[in-house]
Protein backbone atom coordinates (compact mmCIF):
# COMPACT_ATOMS: atom_id res chain seq x y z
CA UNK A 1 0.00 0.00 0.00
CA UNK A 2 1.72 3.15 -1.14
CA UNK A 3 0.81 6.49 1.63
CA UNK A 4 0.55 9.81 0.54
CA UNK A 5 2.91 11.19 -1.12
CA UNK A 6 3.75 15.44 -1.64
CA UNK A 7 6.29 17.34 -3.63
CA UNK A 8 8.48 19.25 -3.32
CA UNK A 9 9.41 18.96 0.42
CA UNK A 10 11.28 22.32 0.24
CA UNK A 11 10.35 25.70 -1.94
CA UNK A 12 11.49 28.97 -1.71
CA UNK A 13 9.73 31.95 -3.00
CA UNK A 14 9.20 36.13 -3.55
CA UNK A 15 6.46 38.06 -2.81
CA UNK A 16 4.22 38.26 -5.91
CA UNK A 17 5.54 34.60 -7.41
CA UNK A 18 3.27 31.62 -8.11
CA UNK A 19 3.63 28.11 -6.87
CA UNK A 20 2.04 24.59 -7.43
CA UNK A 21 2.48 21.80 -4.57
CA UNK A 22 1.36 18.23 -5.76
CA UNK A 23 -0.02 15.60 -3.79
CA UNK A 24 -0.36 12.31 -4.48
CA UNK A 25 -3.37 9.79 -2.60
CA UNK A 26 -2.92 6.89 -0.61
CA UNK A 27 -3.85 3.84 -2.70
CA UNK A 28 -7.56 3.10 -2.59
CA UNK A 29 -8.22 6.73 -1.79
CA UNK A 30 -10.21 9.06 -3.56
CA UNK A 31 -10.73 12.24 -1.66
CA UNK A 32 -7.56 14.77 -0.96
CA UNK A 33 -7.82 17.69 1.59
CA UNK A 34 -5.22 20.59 1.88
CA UNK A 35 -4.05 22.11 5.25
CA UNK A 36 -2.04 25.11 5.87
CA UNK A 37 0.16 24.71 9.38
CA UNK A 38 2.07 28.11 10.36
CA UNK A 39 4.75 27.78 12.58
CA UNK A 40 4.03 27.03 16.18
CA UNK A 41 0.12 26.20 15.19
CA UNK A 42 -2.90 23.91 14.19
CA UNK A 43 -3.31 22.92 10.71
CA UNK A 44 -6.33 25.09 9.02
CA UNK A 45 -8.36 23.61 6.15
CA UNK A 46 -7.97 25.24 2.89
CA UNK A 47 -10.14 22.84 0.89
CA UNK A 48 -11.61 19.32 -0.01
CA UNK A 49 -11.80 18.12 -3.64
CA UNK A 50 -13.90 14.93 -4.60
CA UNK A 51 -14.36 13.46 -7.57
CA UNK A 52 -12.39 16.33 -9.65
CA UNK A 53 -14.17 18.89 -7.90
CA UNK A 54 -14.00 21.54 -4.96
CA UNK A 55 -15.79 19.78 -1.77
CA UNK A 56 -15.78 22.65 0.75
CA UNK A 57 -13.52 25.42 1.60
CA UNK A 58 -12.24 27.03 4.90
CA UNK A 59 -11.45 30.91 5.29
CA UNK A 60 -8.77 31.16 2.61
CA UNK A 61 -8.67 33.75 -0.39
CA UNK A 62 -9.37 32.91 -4.27
CA UNK A 63 -5.77 33.19 -5.02
CA UNK A 64 -6.02 29.53 -3.39
CA UNK A 65 -7.01 27.40 -6.03
CA UNK A 66 -6.77 23.68 -6.77
CA UNK A 67 -7.32 20.66 -9.23
CA UNK A 68 -8.17 17.30 -8.60
CA UNK A 69 -6.98 14.64 -11.68
CA UNK A 70 -9.03 11.11 -12.49
CA UNK A 71 -6.18 9.37 -10.57
CA UNK A 72 -7.21 11.16 -6.93
CA UNK A 73 -3.81 13.39 -7.38
CA UNK A 74 -4.19 17.17 -6.70
CA UNK A 75 -2.32 20.31 -7.10
CA UNK A 76 -2.42 23.19 -4.35
CA UNK A 77 -2.13 26.60 -6.44
CA UNK A 78 -1.25 29.58 -4.50
CA UNK A 79 -1.37 33.35 -6.41
CA UNK A 80 0.00 36.41 -5.57
CA UNK A 81 2.30 35.32 -3.02
CA UNK A 82 2.19 36.82 0.41
CA UNK A 83 4.64 36.79 3.34
CA UNK A 84 2.26 35.13 5.41
CA UNK A 85 1.55 32.46 2.92
CA UNK A 86 4.66 30.92 4.47
CA UNK A 87 4.15 27.94 6.20
CA UNK A 88 3.58 23.65 5.76
CA UNK A 89 1.31 22.52 3.47
CA UNK A 90 -0.44 19.20 4.10
CA UNK A 91 -2.39 16.95 2.06
CA UNK A 92 -4.21 14.76 3.71
CA UNK A 93 -6.54 11.70 1.16
CA UNK A 94 -9.38 9.55 2.63
CA UNK A 95 -11.81 7.15 1.32
CA UNK A 96 -15.28 9.23 0.45
CA UNK A 97 -17.94 6.39 0.57
CA UNK A 98 -21.52 6.19 1.43
CA UNK A 99 -21.29 7.25 5.33
CA UNK A 100 -18.83 5.91 7.52
CA UNK A 101 -15.70 7.03 9.00
CA UNK A 102 -13.77 9.17 7.10
CA UNK A 103 -10.04 9.15 8.26
CA UNK A 104 -7.55 10.84 7.09
CA UNK A 105 -4.21 10.43 5.73
CA UNK A 106 -1.47 12.68 5.83
CA UNK A 107 1.57 12.84 3.70
CA UNK A 108 4.86 14.71 4.74
CA UNK A 109 4.31 18.16 3.32
CA UNK A 110 5.91 21.06 1.68
CA UNK A 111 7.59 23.99 3.61
CA UNK A 112 7.12 27.42 1.56
CA UNK A 113 9.09 30.02 2.66
CA UNK A 114 7.83 33.71 0.98
CA UNK A 115 10.67 36.24 0.72
CA UNK B 1 -18.78 26.90 14.19
CA UNK B 2 -16.89 24.61 15.72
CA UNK B 3 -13.72 25.18 18.08
CA UNK B 4 -11.32 22.95 19.70
CA UNK B 5 -9.28 23.77 22.65
CA UNK B 6 -6.09 22.38 24.11
CA UNK B 7 -5.28 24.04 27.22
CA UNK B 8 -1.80 22.35 28.10
CA UNK B 9 0.67 24.16 25.45
CA UNK B 10 3.45 21.85 27.19
CA UNK B 11 4.10 18.71 29.07
CA UNK B 12 6.42 16.39 29.84
CA UNK B 13 6.55 12.80 31.34
CA UNK B 14 9.23 10.30 32.21
CA UNK B 15 10.25 7.14 30.64
CA UNK B 16 7.08 4.33 31.17
CA UNK B 17 4.92 6.83 32.91
CA UNK B 18 1.69 7.38 31.90
CA UNK B 19 0.65 10.60 30.82
CA UNK B 20 -3.09 12.22 29.92
CA UNK B 21 -3.48 15.26 27.43
CA UNK B 22 -6.42 17.12 27.60
CA UNK B 23 -9.16 18.33 24.70
CA UNK B 24 -12.17 19.84 24.76
CA UNK B 25 -14.14 20.96 21.74
CA UNK B 26 -17.37 22.90 21.25
CA UNK B 27 -20.38 22.19 18.52
CA UNK B 28 -23.78 21.72 18.17
CA UNK B 29 -23.72 18.26 15.70
CA UNK B 30 -24.42 15.13 17.58
CA UNK B 31 -22.65 12.68 14.94
CA UNK B 32 -19.00 13.53 14.66
CA UNK B 33 -15.54 12.24 14.69
CA UNK B 34 -12.69 12.87 17.19
CA UNK B 35 -8.83 12.30 16.99
CA UNK B 36 -5.71 12.55 18.06
CA UNK B 37 -2.56 12.97 15.44
CA UNK B 38 0.89 13.15 16.19
CA UNK B 39 3.52 15.21 14.76
CA UNK B 40 6.74 14.42 15.86
CA UNK B 41 10.03 16.61 14.34
CA UNK B 42 9.75 15.45 10.94
CA UNK B 43 6.64 17.15 10.85
CA UNK B 44 4.96 14.02 9.59
CA UNK B 45 0.98 13.95 10.92
CA UNK B 46 0.12 10.40 12.27
CA UNK B 47 -2.96 9.15 13.37
CA UNK B 48 -2.67 8.10 16.76
CA UNK B 49 -6.57 7.12 17.51
CA UNK B 50 -10.31 8.15 16.36
CA UNK B 51 -13.67 8.43 18.37
CA UNK B 52 -17.01 8.39 16.63
CA UNK B 53 -19.66 10.04 18.91
CA UNK B 54 -22.10 7.54 18.43
CA UNK B 55 -19.90 4.95 20.34
CA UNK B 56 -20.02 5.25 24.09
CA UNK B 57 -17.07 2.61 24.48
CA UNK B 58 -13.35 4.47 24.44
CA UNK B 59 -10.77 3.82 21.85
CA UNK B 60 -7.93 2.26 22.51
CA UNK B 61 -5.03 1.23 20.72
CA UNK B 62 -2.31 -0.32 22.41
CA UNK B 63 -0.73 1.99 25.08
CA UNK B 64 -3.29 4.45 23.64
CA UNK B 65 -6.57 5.37 25.08
CA UNK B 66 -9.36 8.16 25.15
CA UNK B 67 -11.88 8.97 27.79
CA UNK B 68 -14.67 10.08 25.38
CA UNK B 69 -17.22 12.72 27.68
CA UNK B 70 -19.73 13.52 25.48
CA UNK B 71 -22.00 15.44 27.29
CA UNK B 72 -18.54 17.81 28.88
CA UNK B 73 -17.64 18.03 25.23
CA UNK B 74 -14.00 16.37 26.13
CA UNK B 75 -12.03 14.25 24.46
CA UNK B 76 -8.39 13.04 26.15
CA UNK B 77 -6.17 11.06 25.33
CA UNK B 78 -3.84 8.87 27.90
CA UNK B 79 -0.29 7.32 26.89
CA UNK B 80 0.64 4.61 28.88
CA UNK B 81 4.16 2.88 29.26
CA UNK B 82 5.53 6.50 27.74
CA UNK B 83 8.68 5.83 25.15
CA UNK B 84 10.61 8.41 24.28
CA UNK B 85 9.31 7.79 20.35
CA UNK B 86 5.98 9.02 21.79
CA UNK B 87 8.09 12.35 21.97
CA UNK B 88 6.24 15.11 19.64
CA UNK B 89 3.31 17.51 19.42
CA UNK B 90 -0.46 16.47 19.62
CA UNK B 91 -2.67 17.71 18.15
CA UNK B 92 -7.07 17.08 18.84
CA UNK B 93 -8.74 17.30 16.05
CA UNK B 94 -12.90 17.00 15.40
CA UNK B 95 -14.93 16.23 12.20
CA UNK B 96 -18.33 16.65 11.70
CA UNK B 97 -20.46 13.58 9.86
CA UNK B 98 -21.11 14.11 6.26
CA UNK B 99 -23.17 17.43 5.31
CA UNK B 100 -21.74 21.07 4.75
CA UNK B 101 -18.05 21.05 5.28
CA UNK B 102 -18.22 17.43 6.42
CA UNK B 103 -14.60 15.58 6.15
CA UNK B 104 -13.24 18.74 7.23
CA UNK B 105 -10.81 18.37 10.60
CA UNK B 106 -10.60 21.14 12.83
CA UNK B 107 -7.63 21.27 15.01
CA UNK B 108 -6.40 22.73 18.50
CA UNK B 109 -3.15 24.48 19.00
CA UNK B 110 -1.29 21.14 20.25
CA UNK B 111 0.40 20.14 23.36
CA UNK B 112 4.11 19.00 23.12
CA UNK B 113 4.79 16.30 25.01
CA UNK B 114 8.30 15.48 26.22
CA UNK B 115 9.02 11.82 26.98
CA UNK B 116 12.37 11.93 29.32
CA UNK B 117 14.86 9.36 29.91
Known amino acids: ETGVTQSPTHLIKTRGQQVTLRCSSQ?????VSWYQQALGQGPQFIFQ???????GRGNFPPRFSGLQFPNYSSELNVNALELDDSALYLCASSLHGSGGLRTQYFGPGTRLLVL | AQTVTQSQPEMSVQEAETVTLSCTYD???????LFWYKQPPSRQMILVIRQEAYKQQNATENRFSVNFQKAAKSFSLKISDSQLGDTAMYFC??????????????FGQGTELSVKP
Open chain 2, 93 to 106: AFMKHGGNQGGKLI
Open chain 1, 49 to 55: YYREEEN
Open chain 1, 27 to 31: SGHNT
Open chain 2, 27 to 33: TSENNYY
